[in-house]
């Protein structure tokens, strides 16, 4: 009999590596991170120390090789480190994320050596701070519809950027950003250039701090460009390569994004099966009530039925490494399934919880608020349903 061609990747295994990774992770989150999270959530101020303290950890270079000041290992390691953190608390996993699969590996993935060198290394290594730069405020999904522009000067030097960059994750305290901007209108989606970009040159310009209903300590704000002058030799990739280099990226990204909503479901999780021990009603714990019981059992299903979809797509990434093959549906299937998991599992939770889940008293509630952005951001949901199903009917 012949055995039929596998159509979806493997299912990766842990290895002792992963094991040791997700150990350490899990004992920093929880000693370092999970005791100040209801803190820096309340007063939005972005954890400087602990992101410092994440990147001597090798946390924010994951996948970066070491001669850039990364960990060298890969993206089930990075994956795992993602739903440790999240589990501690999401906004940390925010800045993770957007330094390691978004600005990183942008760069990686398309710069030169120069490139690399310059401006993967410190924030590999927890220096510094990357960003990812892509929306505007009227170009959010439709992503190839920008309205900033990149001009070349007359001399062939530089560009001239000016435009209004919206909800860019770290913005407040960005060191370096990766933006996309326009470089030939007419050309639309294929207009689109990336370049790397140094916050501390004039015309940067930091803009108004989001007042966000979850993931409050990972700032995120707008930037305004004003005749920002960027050096030809900071283009990322190639003149029109932007709009190609900002959705592969993205792959990558929503793989985190899956991975983040992950840790707070299982957070979520665990706070309600203690609850569902411990609160007593009608004369015993409120756990021995079958309508409990569903939600613990439905909770749980979905929880691994999301860590399998996002095992599946690392192995689908391995397989891009080794063969080329876009791994776009399986990493939107994982965070699709991933992000609409989180909300119901911490809305559950506080049902589970009662009153006692509407209390910031109670870590659910922050949860319940922090997993909500799982379904927009990196491709809302609606996006990532477009996605799955423009390649299922083969319309791209
Ligand atoms: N990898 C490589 N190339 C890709 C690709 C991918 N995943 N997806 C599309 N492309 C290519 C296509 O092949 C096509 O190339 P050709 O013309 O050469 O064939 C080109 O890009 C245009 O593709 P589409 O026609 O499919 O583009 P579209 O305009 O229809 O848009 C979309 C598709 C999926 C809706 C896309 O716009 C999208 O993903 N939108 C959501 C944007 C998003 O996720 N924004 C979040 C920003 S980051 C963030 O959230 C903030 C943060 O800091 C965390």
């Given at each position: 009999?012949?055995?039929?061609?596998?159509?979806?990747?493997?299912?990766?295994?842990?290895?002792?590596?992963?094991?040791?990774?997700?150990?350490?992770?899990?004992?920093?989150?929880?000693?370092?991170?999970a005791p100040i999270a209801a803190e820096f959530d309340e007063s939005g101020?972005?954890?400087?120390?602990?992101?410092?303290?994440?990147?001597?950890?090798?946390?924010?270079?994951?996948?970066?090789?070491?001669?850039?000041?990364?960990?060298?290992?890969?993206?089930?390691?990075?994956?795992?480190?993602m739903i440790e953190v999240a589990k501690a608390d999401a906004?940390?996993?925010?800045?993770?994320?957007?330094?390691n699969s978004l600005y990183n590996y942008a760069i990686y993935a398309f710069g030169t050596e120069a490139q690399k060198q310059r401006y993967i290394t410190p924030v590999a290594s927890g220096e510094k701070i990357g960003a990812y730069s892509l929306t505007e405020p009227m170009s959010g999904s439709d992503a190839g519809t920008m309205e900033s522009r990149a001009v070349l000067n007359a001399a062939g030097t530089h560009y001239v950027i000016n435009g209004r960059k919206s909800w860019v994750t770290s913005g407040p305290v960005a060191d370096y950003v990766v933006l996309f901007t326009m470089t030939d209108p007419e050309l639309k989606q294929k207009g689109v250039t990336a370049f790397?970009?140094?916050?501390?040159?004039p015309g940067f310009i930091r803009g108004k701090k989001e007042p966000k209903l979850g993931i409050r300590a990972s700032a995120t704000s707008e930037i305004v460009y004003e005749n920002y002058e960027v050096p030809v030799e900071n283009m990322l990739g190639k003149r029109g390569e932007g709009f190609k280099i900002a959705m592969t990226v993205l792959d990558a990204g929503r793989i985190g994004i899956a991975a983040q909503a992950l840790g707070i479901a299982e957070a979520a999780y665990e706070a309600?099966?203690?609850?569902?021990?411990?609160?007593?009603?009608?004369?015993?714990?409120?756990?021995?009530?079958?309508?409990?019981?569903?939600k613990i059992a439905d909770m749980k299903t979905r929880i691994e039925a999301s860590r399998l979809l996002i095992y599946n797509a690392c192995a689908a990434k391995a397989r891009f490494k080794a063969t080329g093959a876009r791994y776009t549906t399986e990493a939107s299937m994982a965070k699709l399934f991933a992000s609409e998991t989180a909300?119901?599992?911490?809305?559950?939770?506080?049902?589970?919880?009662?009153?006692?889940?509407?209390?910031?008293?109670?870590?659910v509630e922050r949860y319940y608020r922090d997993a909500r952005i799982t379904r927009i951001y990196e491709g809302t949901s609606e996006v990532q349903r477009m996605v799955i199903a423009r390649s299922e009917l083969g319309l791209r």
């Open positions: 009999m012949i055995a039929a061609e596998p159509t979806t990747p493997l299912i990766p295994t842990l290895t002792p590596e992963h094991e040791e990774l997700q150990r350490m992770v899990r004992t920093f989150a929880q000693k370092e991170i101020e972005f954890p400087l120390d602990t992101v410092r303290k994440m990147g001597r950890l090798g946390l924010m270079g994951i996948e970066m090789p070491e001669e850039y000041g990364g960990a060298g290992m890969d993206t089930l390691a990075y994956v795992l480190t906004s940390h996993s925010t800045i993770v994320s957007v330094n790397l970009i140094d916050a501390d040159k309600s099966l203690t609850y569902s021990r411990e609160r007593q009603a009608f004369g015993g714990p409120i756990g021995q009530f079958q309508m409990i019981q569903q909300m119901f599992v911490t809305d559950e939770a506080v049902q589970i919880h009662g009153g006692m889940g509407y209390s910031k008293e109670m870590a």
